[in-house]
């Protein structure tokens, strides 16, 4: 399958340069684009991709590829809304856009949300036994713990390549673009709109999981945050059939590696699921199952949850395999962030705004 890449940066480096390189028996990379000519040409040259852009446009219009992996930062809404307009399909990292009305833009087509984690061998497992325990009626809380250090200390062993000739000028009136587009969703207070960057930017993870684990929270019951910004967010609230889950969040610059922990608690025990660094492939997820007489087994699988997502998408674009979240996950997972943005705002006397109000 001929796919184009949109956004070469930390992400685009660290993880999808090494896995296409490797599965070229799936995809080839017709062309690549990014805002800094030095980024589209670096991975351009690793992948042999001989289109190389600055303009989204321009890469659509030359053509020459079947599907588009959308990987820049910030929200994904309108690429991706001109790159099914224009028949591609598409595998969109998430967030897939930063509000409600960016989604219902968009076009029919073929629209594939990347969250890694749901592929994850280790959490296909866990869904496995979940469904054998009895599903959502057999669970009593989900708690997780997310432990995240520096994106710099994360990717230092990436050697990146860094843009330096992208026009600053440009640079602010997409940050100002963003900002707009954060209002819409929450209004103007900055820290409601801090804490629903958070959600959406990170731990949407969490809530792509919960997705499949119990469904979308039902209710928003506590948001607090604390701490040098980022800081620290917790979350709680009820499941929709069934128990209450909890979040805590916790940015911490100097901490040794990152740590994030799902723990399933069900009438007759426990399933634990432990990530590592998303950026180190091939690291295995631990998922411990504690059952009766408190035995203890662990199952891990050095099966890359990016690969496995990336043949996902082949599958797919080339025989219709539905995706794990496709806009409507994407939209409950916005759904759910402003929802939690609007907890926040009303339990610390702040202006909700834009869609959540």
């Known amino acids: 399958m001929r796919i184009a890449l949109i956004g070469c940066g930390a992400v685009t480096q660290a993880v999808y340069v090494p896995l296409l390189s490797r599965r070229r028996d799936l995809f080839e990379v017709a062309a690549v684009c990014d805002l800094s000519r030095t980024l589209a040409d670096a991975v351009g040259d690793r992948l042999g991709a001989p289109g190389r852009y600055t303009a989204l446009e321009d890469m659509l219009d030359a053509g020459g590829f079947e599907a588009v992996l959308v990987l820049a930062s910030g929200s994904h809404g309108e690429t991706v809304r001109r790159a099914l307009a224009a ?85 602010d009136s997409l940050r100002a673009a963003e900002r707009e587009l954060a209002i819409a969703a929450v209004g103007e207070s900055e820290p409601v709109r801090d804490l629903y960057g958070i959600s959406l930017g990170s731990i949407c993870h969490d809530l792509s999981l919960l997705r499949r684990f119990t469904g979308s929270p039902a209710e928003i019951s506590h948001v607090e945050t604390w701490g040098p910004a980022p800081g620290s967010v917790e979350i709680s609230g009820s499941l929709p059939v069934r128990g209450r889950f909890s979040i805590r969040w916790h940015y911490l610059e100097d901490y040794p590696a990152y740590r994030e922990t799902v723990a399933v608690h069900h009438d007759a025990g426990t399933l634990e699921l432990v990530f590592p660094a998303p950026y180190l492939m091939n690291a295995p997820t631990t998922l411990t199952v504690v059952s009766g007489a408190e035995s203890r087994n662990e199952y891990r699988d050095v099966t890359e949850a990016f690969e496995v997502q990336l043949a996902a998408f082949h599958a797919f674009v080339s025989d219709g395999k539905p995706p794990l979240t496709d806009a409507g996950g994407a939209l409950e997972d916005i759904v759910t962030a402003q929802r939690i943005a609007a907890r926040y705002a009303a339990q610390h006397g702040l202006p909700i705004g834009g869609e959540a109000a």
């Open 87 to 171: 028949g591609y399909a598409v595998l969109c990292e998430k967030p897939l856009a930063l509000t409600r009305a960016e989604v219902a833009a968009l076009p029919e087509g073929r629209l594939m949300v990347g969250y890694m984690k749901q592929y994850d061998p280790a959490v296909r497992r866990a869904e496995e036994l979940l469904a054998e325990l009895g599903g959502p009626g057999a669970v009593r809380a989900v708690e997780v713990t997310v432990l995240h250090p520096s994106a710099q200390s994360q990717l230092a062993f990436a050697n990146l390549t860094q843009a330096r000739d992208v026009d600053a000028g440009l640079l």
